[in-house]
Structures are given as C-alpha cells and as structure tokens.
C-alpha cells in the first residue's frame, strides 16, 4: 500500500512544487513594493 500511495505522491508533489513557485513569485514582488 505504501508503494502504491508513493508514486502518487511523486506527481502531487511536483504539482504542489510548481503551485508555491507560483505564489512565492507572486508574492515577492508585493513584499519588495509593499515593504513591513
């Protein structure tokens, strides 16, 4: 079972990866314009 969730998990994870370099990058540039 533990296999069989992991592989899963591989392609998730990419997706996950991709989605929050997305945000970061999009975050960024309100932080370095809107400075706290």
């Known amino acids: 079972v533990r296999n069989y969730r992991r592989s899963p ?4 994870n990419s997706i996950e990866l991709s989605m929050t370099v997305c945000v970061i990058a999009s975050t960024i540039p309100g932080i370095s314009m809107n400075p706290i």
């Open 9 to 12: 998990l591989r392609s998730n």
